[in-house]
């Protein structure tokens, strides 16, 4: 009774103070101004993979990499570098367990989608099975749910399935994470014409490309890749 009083009286409070500083927050976002105007916003990327361009880069719409070696993604909309508070905060809702933090990161996620392109659906990039019981939720998907929601387009876990658990990807060189992956993924209906991916980080791309490459060859023809934030110096593979 105590226990179930006192997460409501956290979770009222939570709702009424920035997550970040504990001041009074901003009624959309659970985060103050103050706090808003300090995360790290990517304002310079590249339209195609999000990667961090610098300023005097700014009249470049293309990164290099992309020009040369255009990504079978079509579009990656990612409002922030992958560094504090960030990060922390995705960490937290990944592995600790606070997934109260996951809606006000969606919610910032949208802010960057108004001129975005629709998709017809939205669907998280997949755990396996077993990461799925051992983490007893699937962060990706409670973005998605939150977005396919307020954006009112349909979401589904049902199109694709990680069908190989691999290992984790942070401890592998980009080659490596590319062999792993190669067909973990499967496509288990057949896919509407665009479909947006989400996922709270995108680091080299690799998992994006190799979900591109099985929606493409599944039929899909505009695949978008939505992600919370990008890492600045790591670039795609296609
Ligand atoms: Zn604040
Ligand atoms: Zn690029």
């Given at each position: 009774m105590f226990t179930q009083t006192k997460n409501s009286w956290l979770l009222y409070n939570q709702n009424r103070h920035c997550i970040l500083c504990g001041l009074h927050a901003c009624a959309t976002t659970n985060l103050c101004q103050a706090c808003l105007d300090d995360l790290p916003w990517i304002?310079?990327?590249?339209?195609?993979?999000?990667?961090?361009?610098?300023?005097?880069?700014?009249?470049?719409?293309?990164?290099?990499?992309?020009?040369?070696?255009?990504?079978?993604?079509?579009?990656?909309?990612?409002?922030?570098?992958?560094?504090?508070?960030?990060?922390?905060?995705?960490?937290?809702?990944?592995?600790?367990?606070?997934?109260?933090?996951?809606?006000?990161?969606?919610?910032?996620?949208?802010?960057?989608?108004?001129?975005?392109?629709?998709?017809?659906?939205?669907?998280?990039?997949?755990?396996?099975?077993?990461?799925?019981?051992?983490?007893?939720?699937?962060?990706?998907?409670?973005?998605?749910?939150?977005?396919?929601r307020s954006l009112s387009i349909p979401f589904s876990h049902q199109l694709l399935i990680k069908a190989i658990n691999t290992p984790h990807q942070a401890d592998l060189d980009r080659k490596t994470r590319r062999k792993n992956l190669r067909n973990s993924f499967h496509c288990i209906n057949p896919p509407?014409?665009?479909?947006?991916?989400?996922?709270?980080?995108?680091?080299?791309?690799?998992?994006?490309?190799?979900i591109s490459r099985?929606?493409?060859?599944?039929?899909?023809?505009?695949?978008?890749?939505?992600?919370?934030?990008r890492t600045a110096k790591e670039l795609h593979l296609s």
């Amino acid at each position: 009774m105590f226990t179930q009083t006192k997460n409501s009286w956290l979770l009222y409070n939570q709702n009424r103070h920035c997550i970040l500083c504990g001041l009074h927050a901003c009624a959309t976002t659970n985060l103050c101004q103050a706090c808003l105007d300090d995360l790290p916003w990517i304002t310079h990327a590249c339209q195609r993979c999000a990667i961090p361009l610098n300023s005097h880069s700014s009249s470049l719409a293309i990164c290099p990499q992309c020009q040369q070696r255009p990504p079978l993604f079509d579009q990656v909309i990612a409002p922030f570098e992958y560094r504090f508070p960030i990060d922390q905060l995705i960490q937290l809702a990944k592995f600790n367990g606070q997934t109260h933090y996951l809606n006000p990161l969606a919610d910032l996620l949208r802010l960057r989608l108004q001129t975005a392109p629709r998709p017809e659906l939205i669907i998280p990039v997949p755990l396996h099975q077993k990461r799925l019981q051992q983490r007893q939720y699937n962060q990706a998907a409670l973005l998605a749910k939150r977005l396919a929601r307020s954006l009112s387009i349909p979401f589904s876990h049902q199109l694709l399935i990680k069908a190989i658990n691999t290992p984790h990807q942070a401890d592998l060189d980009r080659k490596t994470r590319r062999k792993n992956l190669r067909n973990s993924f499967h496509c288990i209906n057949p896919p509407p014409a665009s479909v947006a991916v989400i996922d709270d980080v995108m680091t080299t791309g690799t998992t994006a490309a190799e979900i591109s490459r099985v929606l493409k060859q599944a039929g899909c023809q505009q695949v978008y890749i939505w992600v919370i934030a990008r890492t600045a110096k790591e670039l795609h593979l296609s």
